[in-house]
């Protein structure tokens, strides 16, 4: 018997060559047609080869694989504060305790951990209080018939600062409007420090602990005083405003109401901004996903004051309020449907200052200088001219900055592009006086009034795209385009279209119908769907043939790992108009040893895994990467180019998620390298075998591990497994097989592999039945994998 598995097992060895000598074959062969699909920067020549061995060797498990609980942030409070200014503000969340650090992004903000709190949960609670009862029991049975607190607390072993937290717990239960929520368990107090010339706006945080890094939250940099809300601001107003301009920052408990009295002069005019979703954009288990302010103003007497509410520019209210004598007001502040939690955090901006309510046009060619005009309150300069630029810039927005003086700014984001450009001409609200549009054009319209409707007739055949952007640049307009012949025949019909990269718009109001045009030619109307009208509603109309586009998203935005590491990534290529060409990415002036592998986007995949290597000797400081993605027009030599902008992917109310693009991808490299993982991988393209099996040869790399020690999980595509065994002589092989019914004919991806290493200490005095011991080498590069049913 022992003889036969030892032939067996020398059978199975000679095959195991067999293979891999077949393999080598076939891998060299593959090398070389997929030499056109190669990065340009990361995967030319044999120099590849040997980058690619170092990386292997060096290759230590990453940080994120060792920990199950990263640090979670719910929400800051308050969220921000003054340029040139210290304060505390407390982050809520889950697994903060171990946060080490605190990292704001861009410069001149520095943050310092100050504490760290939780309160009682009702287990730890009640073990205290069980604690005191039966430590009060004894005593009394002792003798004292009425022992005092010290007395039951020092009996029961109970500190000061357990009882304290007693105390704190049975206030939180008393307090109706507080509801438990193990995501805002945690408090972590941190300090901030702002320098006196640091940039205005919004900053990310995030913490960082000695294991995985979190989510991040925005606080912003203001130019303004701030104050916080005062408790209980329910009936009588808070009264911490005593001047203007002012930002009150506050928080909505469940049926919760704030109201904060602020002095005001006749004749100012008064922007009242309620920041909900621009610090905490959208919430993850609470219907509809936001935090949803409602503003009202009372005069003195408690009279409400009509007020004109908008919402330009972003989802939270505005309110315009020019003031009809001297008074103290009462602004109030509430969500609209009387929920409420820690996490409902605000920051209320009062006072005359500058602010723009709609921009028209909404944008201009890259090749002029075209003058913009400006529409809002309290601005001095309500003009800008924008810049001729020589060259077409990967990014279709430009942002432009108006100054007001004395510090103030406001800034506007224009869409540039090199089309005819042309402006409405009214009357054209019917199709005797439609003004005719040549495609391709890009016609800056208004729709002026309730009710208005501007028609253009549309010169020229053949396939054409029609979008509208209106709300996608804060204009009020919820547009609707149709298209019919000259005869009155619908050709197309569109309300809203759903643009996926807009990670902050959740109602999608622009346009965009594809439709042929006849020969003769044909009628295009555009108007509002609710009737709505007005000097603000304003769009940029683009008629031209449809168009080969994608733009790229990366997460997770920060990266948190290990010198030498091979992280997983991924890419989101959002497609327009069906483009399904392959796409090619590539870091940008990235630092020596950072590279990628599979970096190939398929043109069937929206969602694509890949792998970044970092280099052993990475800096500690945090690193800025860039990542680019390019791929063939059709039926063209044209090369279109796009940056992959980092991006947090964020759910919505249990259910819906949204690429929110952030500033910088970033890398944090912290720790030191882990062992050597014990062999080679090569560099080649997998061609899986639907149903059946293919052996990836392993060199391997010297160590005295052996190959039934080393284990391979597969994390993607589901449906395929992977086993190391030993082979030929410095050789193992690396068996994958393929489920069929979960791997599609033709698929494309990338194979991610994770190593890691079971091995059982040798049996002693002390430990005689040791247990296996598990260490991490981490993720190998991604290997490409074509699905077929041929092997």
């Given at each position: 018997?022992?003889?036969?598995?030892?032939?067996?097992?020398?059978?199975?060895?000679?095959?195991?060559?067999?293979?891999?000598?077949?393999?080598?074959?076939?891998?060299?062969?593959?090398?070389?047609?997929?030499?056109?699909?190669?990065?340009?920067?990361?995967?030319?020549?044999?120099?590849?080869?040997?980058?690619?061995?170092?990386?292997?060797?060096?290759?230590?498990?990453?940080?994120?694989?060792?920990?199950?609980?990263?640090?979670?942030?719910?929400?800051?409070?308050?969220?921000?504060?003054?340029?040139?200014?210290?304060?505390?503000?407390?982050?809520?969340?889950?697994?903060?305790?171990?946060?080490?650090?605190?990292?704001?992004?861009?410069?001149?903000?520095?943050?310092?951990?100050?504490?760290?709190?939780?309160?009682?949960?009702?287990?730890?609670?009640?073990?205290?209080?069980?604690?005191?009862?039966?430590?009060?029991?004894?005593?009394?049975?002792?003798?004292?018939?009425?022992?005092?607190?010290?007395?039951i607390s020092r009996e029961a072993g109970v500190t000061a600062e357990q009882l304290r937290e007693i105390e704190l717990y049975q206030e939180r239960q008393r307090n109706s409007k507080r509801q438990p929520n193990e995501q805002l368990e945690e408090e972590l107090t941190v300090r901030i420090t702002i320098a006196s010339d640091a940039e205005y706006g919004r900053r990310e945080l995030r913490l960082v602990d000695d294991a995985a890094i979190s989510n991040p939250l925005w606080i912003n940099v203001g130019q303004y005083p701030e104050t916080r809300e005062v408790e209980p601001n329910d009936v009588?107003?808070?009264?911490?405003?005593?001047?203007?301009?002012?930002?009150?920052?506050?928080?909505?408990?469940?049926?919760?109401?704030?109201?904060?009295?602020?002095?005001?002069?006749?004749?100012?005019?008064?922007?009242?901004?309620?920041?909900?979703?621009?610090?905490?954009?959208?919430?993850?288990?609470?219907?509809?996903?936001?935090?949803?302010?409602?503003?009202?103003?009372?005069?003195?007497?408690?009279?409400?004051?009509?007020?004109?509410?908008?919402?330009?520019?972003?989802?939270?209210?505005?309110?315009?309020?020019?003031?009809?004598?001297?008074?103290?007001?009462?602004?109030?502040?509430?969500?609209?449907?009387?929920?409420?939690?820690?996490?409902?955090?605000?920051?209320?901006?009062?006072?005359?200052?500058?602010?723009?309510?709609?921009?028209?046009?909404?944008?201009?060619?890259?090749?002029?200088?075209?003058?913009?005009?400006?529409?809002?309150?309290?601005?001095?300069?309500?003009?800008?001219?924008?810049?001729?630029?020589?060259?077409?810039?990967?990014?279709?927005?430009?942002?432009?900055?108006?100054?007001?003086?004395?510090?103030?700014?406001?800034?506007?984001?224009?869409?540039?592009?090199?089309?005819?450009?042309?402006?409405?001409?009214?009357?054209?609200?019917?199709?005797?006086?439609?003004?005719?549009?040549?495609?391709?054009?890009?016609?800056?319209?208004?729709?002026?009034?309730?009710?208005?409707?501007?028609?253009?007739?549309?010169?020229?055949?053949?396939?054409?795209?029609?979008?509208?952007?209106?709300?996608?640049?804060?204009?009020?307009?919820?547009?609707?385009?149709?298209?019919?012949?000259?005869?009155?025949?619908?050709?197309?019909?569109?309300?809203?279209?759903?643009?996926?990269?807009?990670?902050?718009?959740?109602?999608?109001?622009?346009?965009?119908?594809?439709?042929?045009?006849?020969?003769?030619?044909?009628?295009?109307?555009?108007?509002?769907?609710?009737?709505?009208?007005?000097?603000?509603?304003?769009?940029?109309?683009?008629?031209?043939?449809?168009?080969?586009?994608?733009?790229?998203?990366?997460?997770?935005?920060?990266?948190?790992?290990?010198?030498?590491?091979?992280?997983?990534?991924?890419?989101?290529?959002?497609?327009?108009?069906?483009?399904?060409?392959?796409?090619?990415?590539?870091?940008?002036?990235?630092?020596?040893?950072?590279?990628?592998?599979?970096?190939?986007?398929?043109?069937?995949?929206?969602?694509?895994?890949?792998?970044?290597?970092?280099?052993?000797?990475?800096?500690?400081?945090?690193?800025?990467?860039?990542?680019?993605?390019?791929?063939?027009?059709?039926?063209?030599?044209?090369?279109?180019?796009?940056?992959?902008?980092?991006?947090?992917?964020?759910?919505?109310?249990?259910?819906?998620?949204?690429?929110?693009?952030?500033?910088?991808?970033?890398?944090?490299?912290?720790g030191s390298p882990a062992g050597a993982i014990p062999f080679e991988a090569p560099p080649a393209t997998a061609p899986l075998v639907r149903g059946g099996e293919m052996l990836i040869p392993l060199r391997v790399s010297g160590s005295n591990v052996t190959a039934s020690e080393v284990r391979i999980d597969v994390k993607e595509p589901k449906g395929v497994t992977a086993e190391v065994e030993a082979a030929a002589a410095g050789f193992w092989g690396l068996r994958l097989k393929t489920d069929a019914s979960k791997v599609p004919a033709g698929a494309r991806g990338n194979l991610l592999l994770y190593?890691?290493?079971?091995?059982?200490?040798?049996?002693?005095?002390?430990?005689?039945?040791?247990?296996?011991?598990?260490?991490?080498?981490?993720?190998?590069?991604?290997?490409?994998?074509?699905?077929?049913?041929?092997?």
């Open positions: 018997m022992l003889s036969g598995q030892r032939d067996l097992r020398a059978f199975q060895a000679e095959r195991a060559a067999m293979e891999l000598k077949v393999a080598f074959q076939g891998f060299a062969r593959l090398d070389s047609e997929r030499a056109g699909l190669r990065s340009c920067r990361d995967l030319r020549g044999r120099a590849w080869w040997g980058l690619l061995w170092a990386l292997v060797l060096s290759l230590p498990a990453p940080l994120f694989a060792q920990s199950n609980a990263r640090p979670h942030l719910a929400y800051a409070y308050p969220a921000g504060a003054r340029r040139g200014e210290t304060c505390e503000i407390v982050l809520g969340g889950q697994h903060l305790k171990k946060a080490q650090g605190a990292y704001v992004a861009g410069g001149g903000v520095r943050a310092e951990i100050v504490r760290w709190y939780r309160g009682l949960t009702p287990g730890e609670y009640n073990q205290l209080r069980t604690k005191l009862d039966e430590a009060r029991e004894r005593l009394v049975n002792d003798g004292q018939a009425n022992p005092s607190r010290e007395a009588v107003a808070d009264r911490a405003v005593e001047s203007l301009p002012v930002v009150v920052n506050g928080q909505i408990l469940p049926g919760d109401v704030d109201r904060f009295l602020f002095p005001a002069k006749k004749g100012q005019k008064l922007v009242i901004v309620a920041g909900a979703r621009e610090v905490i954009p959208y919430l993850a288990d609470a219907v509809p996903g936001w935090f949803q302010p409602t503003l009202k103003l009372f005069d003195s007497r408690g009279q409400e004051i009509p007020v004109t509410t908008a919402f330009h520019f972003h989802q939270d209210p505005v309110v315009y309020f020019e003031v009809p004598q001297d008074d103290r007001y009462t602004i109030q502040i509430r969500d609209g449907l009387y929920r409420g939690r820690e996490d409902f955090v605000y920051r209320l901006l009062v006072g005359e200052i500058p602010f723009v309510t709609s921009v028209f046009p909404l944008g201009a060619s890259w090749d002029e200088r075209t003058p913009i005009q400006l529409e809002g309150w309290n601005l001095k300069n309500r003009s800008l001219t924008t810049k001729s630029v020589g060259f077409r810039q990967i990014q279709p927005f430009q942002w432009y900055t108006v100054e007001q003086g004395e510090d103030l700014s406001v800034r506007v984001p224009l869409r540039m592009d090199s089309l005819p450009e042309l402006f409405d001409k009214e009357p054209n609200d019917d199709e005797d006086s439609a003004q005719r549009v040549s495609v391709p054009a890009i016609v800056n319209g208004r729709i002026d009034r309730p009710g208005d409707e501007d028609v253009y007739r549309l010169a020229g055949a053949g396939k054409v795209a029609i979008e509208v952007y209106a709300r996608r640049h804060g204009s009020p307009l919820d547009a609707y385009i149709q298209l019919t012949d000259l005869r009155g025949k619908e050709l197309a019909f569109n309300d809203d279209y759903e643009d996926k990269t807009q990670g902050l718009l959740t109602h999608h109001a622009d346009s965009r119908p594809v439709a042929h045009l006849p020969t003769s030619g044909a009628l295009l109307r555009i108007g509002d769907t609710q009737g709505e009208g007005g000097s603000g509603f304003v769009y940029r109309l683009y008629v031209r043939p449809p168009k080969s586009n994608f733009e790229l998203r990366v997460t997770p935005s920060c990266v948190l790992t290990r010198p030498g590491s091979v992280v997983p990534i991924t890419v989101h290529s959002l497609r327009e108009l069906d483009f399904d060409e392959d796409i090619e990415l590539a870091l940008v002036d990235a630092p020596p040893g950072f590279s990628l592998s599979g970096n190939i986007v398929p043109g069937t995949v929206n969602r694509h895994s890949l792998t970044l290597a970092i280099p052993a000797n990475a800096s500690s400081e945090t690193i800025r990467l860039k990542m680019v993605g390019g791929a063939r027009i059709p039926h063209t030599r044209s090369l279109l180019t796009r940056p992959a902008v980092p991006a947090e992917d964020m759910m919505q109310a249990f259910l819906w998620r949204h690429l929110v693009p952030v500033e910088e991808w970033h890398v944090l490299v912290r190593a890691y290493r079971m091995s059982t200490p040798a049996a002693s005095k002390d430990n005689p039945n040791p247990k296996p011991w598990r260490s991490d080498y981490g993720y190998l590069p991604a290997i490409p994998y074509l699905a077929s049913s041929k092997p």
